[in-house]
């Protein structure tokens, strides 16, 4: 896989970057390491905007904010008139090649465009690059111990080279939950299909018992699809001479019993007989209908369904919520929303986890849905719906057919407690009716039979009951045949089932293997940054259980004391210094396409003496150049402090620095040579007679020639002079400087000749009294531009005594030390 270091950024109209039609572009170098500095409110957040926006096509923390403050709306600069932001990437392989420019382009509207100067797929190359190690700030080292440990584990498989690993494992897992796996694959319906279509091969094959009984007078022992069965019903059938004609020649299912029917009614005659066939068939639909009435169990089992269901809808309220809940459960388990004490929708935040209070009342609504499914398969499950035939043979015309109006309300959701107490009520008369008229069908059928030759009755019910069976045999081969396919997609959804949950286990297995091996492997780093950054009795610790997602941190050692708690005890420094060596270690040994790491402002929580210890870290053993492997390390910040490390190690020839000045309404530009445009901008501030903005920077200037001196000249001085921030510094630089130059005079061994010394000390006094004395008590009213021109011109000569000429029209360079050339 091709690494890309970054050569150059150019943005415009983006966030606090205006410089509509003159782009800001900062030049990194590729092989050093790349510092920018710039005052609050001047645009150095913007530009790690511009870098989130570009590789993930958003900004965390923009995102993050209420729904009323619209914060994608300030993606583009407020001031830019063409609204819309334009982010231009010049990226380099890191193995040698031609540069290639990504321009990603943000308008008005929220759209987004990626183009490659090579054609390539410009999306697909940012979520290369879009790995957790590349941009961090000091929220972000934060986060990462404050985090659960489940979160931290997720976010950390990204830094170990994972993250698609994990990402995979967290699908499976969801996939083979079971509730949601039931759910996508209808398992509880299927389930009720399948119950309901056992009792319709029991029903049939019930019916099939009776009507064979009823015709061949035997019990049935033999299975339907035998052929002895065929030639018993058949033979039962053709025994009877009056229809045997129609019997020969043809399988049972064949015979047209209305054929058999009206050869009897011609060879007998008389409408008692017709009326005798109708009584037949009631008592036989009456009966076959009335056995599927449901049990007192079964009536029960759908109360308590319903109930069920109505206690559940009591603990919500309304689609309306629900959806909200939903909205607000997204939003706080994302890993942009940190704080999960307060609430999206209303700013509030409490004292306990908001997600918990969502989870349960989204719970609420996953109840009243698992409750309905419930009844919709009970219901489903019990029949209950073929009970409108027994309706139909017992209700009189225009009287309301209840069954059906309860199964669409079931199907709806609108079945609740009243209205099955109200259905249990219809249920019970409707029983009733339907006994009394199945009582009276069989006394009128028996009148008849005693009017009726015996001879006519046994024929004319040996054909009903053959009709049956007919019917009873095409239904039973149906029910079981529908079993069947049931049962097939049973087999196949448990297989499923059964390799998800082998995968899953398999999968996390094989992830956390990874996870441990690579964490073993980052951690003896981790503790050697760490060490080398707090120089403290304290050993951090990463581990992960055995098959877990979670990643834990402690301390092995922490000032003599075993197994303590990391965020338990630590400050915030030490907490920062324990994720920085965390995710510098990772980044060192599992760094993904982007060969380039941008830092900002990861020091704000450290004193003086650890930001230096850090920076010497990523300078000698992490970014390139001082590790050879290291990625290109991009450093913002706003420390005045730090900018002058920066400014020291610039001439050790692997630093590049730059300053940014401007502001959010016009433009941001760059300060390539910081010290020389500083210089620049205070003759130009003198020569225009604005000594007000001009003092201070001579302020700076001074400050950093100084520093140079004492840096290349090797002069000691006292580390509190050299981390002092006030207006004493240059006073005390001087101080320093004076005294060296003095003690070596007196050892016969300074290196700067007579002519040096005499303006080394005229420059010193122009510097002390023209400036110094006044800038120490904030009399700065009352210097003119000349006056303080002069200075200037008295800080290059001041700065010029500690430097020589190796050989005639060769550059001027400063001394080794105050007593030797080089």
Known sequence: MTGWLLKQLAIEGFRGINNEGDPLEIKFKLDKINSVFAQNGVGKTSIFDALAYALSGRIDRLDELPAAENGKSYYLNKFHRGRTGTIVLTLVPDSGGADLVVTIVHRADGSRTVTVSDGRDGEALLAELNREFVLLDAKTFQKFIDDKPLNRGRSFAGLLGLGSYSTLRQSLKTASNTRAFNGHFGVTARTAERTRAIGHVKGSAAQLEEAYFSLTGQKLDSPVADAAFEATIHGALASIALIKSHCEGKQFAEISLDECLETVKVAEGGTDRDKLIELIRAEASLSAAIKLLPSSPDVERLLHATKKRDQALARTQGDSFLKLYRIAASIICSDTWTDKNTCPVCDHRGENSLQSHVDAKVANYDAVTEATEELKAEWKARSWDELTELETLVLRRGEPRFIQEAGSAVASGGFNGAAAETFKSHLVALADAAGAKLASASADKERLEKHLPPSMVSVTEKVEAARRLQAAIKAHREAKDALAEIDAHVVRVDRVKSFLDEACSIFAAAEADAATRRIAAVEPICRDYFASIMHQQVIPAIYKPAGSEDLSISLTDFHSLPDVSAPSVLSESFRNAFSISVYLAAASLYGGAARFIVLDDITSSFDAGHQFFLMEVIRTRFARPGSAGGPQVILLSHDTLLEKYFNTQTGSGNWWHQRIEGNPRTAVLPQGNAVSRIRDRTLDLLNAGNTADAAPRIRQYLEF??????????????????????????????????????????????????????????????????????????????????SLLGVMSAIDNYADCFRFEPSPGQARRYYHSLSRKT
């Open 705 to 786: 020639k100084l520093e140079e001196i004492v840096s290349k000249c090797r002069i000691p001085v006292p580390i509190d002079v050299a981390l002092n921030d006030d207006k004493h510094v240059c006073n005390n630089l001087l101080t320093a400087i004076e005294t060296a130059v003095k003690l070596h005079g007196a050892a016969n061994q300074l290196v700067l000749d007579a002519t040096q010394i005499t303006a080394l000390n005229t420059a010193a006094a122009t510097i002390i009294s023209n400036y110094l004395s006044h800038w120490m008590t904030g009399q700065t009213q009352a210097f003119s531009s000349g």
